[in-house]
């Protein structure tokens, strides 16, 4: 249902569109009942010629049953949407499977910078590379991130991957993603964190391995005389 | 015959660049800028640079009254394309980057930077203490050249006048031309030019010894 507006990109994409699915077909279901049997009451108790209308407290077994049956329906459903939240909140938030490499996220007012390792494959050398807005991946690949903030709360936000995670300023958060699909998407900050907030849009680019060889080389620290990723580029 | 074509091509080349030159000017005096669309577009401005283009430094704001319209007009562009306050250390930069993506077009940069050159500038509170303005003299020597002897500017030089910039604005900017936050960007034609001048001022000391001087002068 959501891919059809909006690309899955990461491994853990599908997962948390089936939750949302269930979610609102639930929903969708008991939304339904309740209005098909309110317009048949509507309906079957309409005015009629010498029926006098008569006050329902609802205190009857025969009347409360219309509520404790549903109720009771709907519990039995939060059994099935609670142990599917936590298997989704478990794989995507709480497990961290080993990554093959880590990219640091710093968000500030309004801007993001993203911290790349180098050709040696390791955060926080000499060779590290760091953009402005940019944040360059290779394709199944998994990934740690290291988020953290200069200033405010902010939140990280990439649609494709279905990951949202708010950044606190003086903690370190780390989380994980995989990427699976080759190409160019939104990364979005999701707290308000001010008057540019609005306007703090990053992108998240997606090459095979061989591309992203190609990327560091053209941007590694001093090899090019570049000090640093320009936003530019 | 080989004298011929050099001499030909020459006098081919400055014509063109007469014409290019007289096309300019009557360019310029044509297309007078829009002030009403420059003071709209202001309106995001005002939040952190006041309605009269004062600044605030709690937001890291420096006046921006009492700029050129030239000098504006190649910060916004540069910002806009990543020239200026785009290095991952430039924290005041990269507030002000978001800013500059809102004014769509060439045009509107030319309108925003007019307007912006109409306000009036006032002689902003100095803030910053132990600065020797008579050390600071000798300093200015080497900046004399291109910001003037009163301060004021050069825009055939594209450089700024720095009489109305607020002195922690100028000291944070001394340090980011020196530590190549500012000023490194190849693309950064102006910045290029005055990041080896910050490297005259040795430390924090000798910079605050320059502003004091140009404090001085600005309040003459
Ligand atoms: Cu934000």
Redesign the interface.
């Known amino acids: 249902m959501i891919e059809a507006y909006l690309e899955r990109a990461s491994t853990y994409a599908g997962d948390i569109d089936n939750l949302f699915s269930v979610i609102f077909w639930i929903v969708v279901l008991w939304g339904g009942l309740a209005e098909i049997i309110l317009f048949y009451f509507c309906f079957r108790f309409r005015k009629k010629e010498g029926v006098k209308g008569q006050y329902i407290s609802g205190e009857e077994k025969h009347q409360k049953k219309w509520i404790a049956i549903p109720h009771y329906l709907v519990l039995v459903f939060d059994v099935f949407l609670i142990a599917g939240a936590i298997s989704v909140w478990y794989n995507i938030k709480q497990r961290l499977p080993e990554p093959d490499l880590t990219v640091g996220v710093?968000a500030?007012?309004?801007?993001w910078?993203f911290?790349h390792p180098g050709a040696d494959g390791v955060l926080h050398t000499e060779d590290d590379i760091?953009?402005?807005d940019k944040l360059h991946l290779i394709e199944n690949t998994t990934y740690h991130f290291e988020l953290e903030s200069?200033d405010v709360l902010h939140s990280f936000s990439v649609p494709v991957f279905r990951l949202k995670q708010d950044i606190i300023p003086g903690r370190k958060i780390t989380g994980w993603f995989k990427p699976i699909k080759k190409g160019e998407w939104d990364i979005q900050c999701t707290e308000i964190c001010g008057?540019?907030h609005g306007?703090?849009p990053a992108r998240v680019h997606i090459t095979s391995a061989y591309d992203h060889q190609q990327w560091i080389v053209q941007n590694t620290p001093g090899s090019s005389g570049q000090?640093?990723a320009?936003?530019?580029n | 015959m080989f004298q011929r074509m050099i001499f030909s091509y020459f006098s081919f080349r400055s014509a063109a660049a007469a014409c290019a030159i007289s096309l300019t000017l009557l360019g310029s005096s044509l297309s007078a800028q829009d002030l009403d669309n420059g003071k709209k577009m202001y309106q995001?401005c005002t939040?952190?640079h006041g309605a009269e283009g004062h600044g605030n430094q709690v937001l890291n704001a420096p006046q921006i009254a009492g700029l050129d319209a030239v000098y504006l007009e190649t910060q916004l562009r540069n910002w806009k394309?990543?020239?200026r306050g785009?290095?991952?250390d430039d924290?005041a930069g990269?507030?002000m980057?978001?800013?500059s993506?809102?004014l769509k077009d060439e045009e509107t940069i030319k309108d925003v930077a007019a307007y912006v050159a109409t306000l009036e500038a006032k002689i902003p509170e100095a803030t910053l203490e132990g600065g020797d303005a008579t050390k600071g003299q000798a300093a200015y020597a080497v900046c004399l050249a291109c910001h003037g002897p009163d301060a004021g500017g050069n825009a055939a030089l594209k450089s700024p006048s720095l009489r109305h910039q607020n002195d922690w604005y100028m000291l944070a900017q001394l340090k980011k031309f020196k530590s190549?936050i500012r000023g490194?960007?190849p693309?950064d034609v102006g910045g290029m030019q005055m990041r080896p001048m910050s490297m005259t001022l040795v430390d924090e000391q000798a910079m605050k010894d320059v502003i004091a001087h140009i404090r001085s002068l600005a309040e003459k």
Do not use: D, F
């Open positions: 710093v500030q007012q309004w801007a910078t911290i760091k953009t402005i200069k008057i540019g306007l703090m000090a640093y320009s936003a530019s | 995001i939040a952190c394309e990543g020239i785009a290095h991952p924290t990269l507030q980057r978001p800013m993506m809102t190549g490194s960007n693309k």
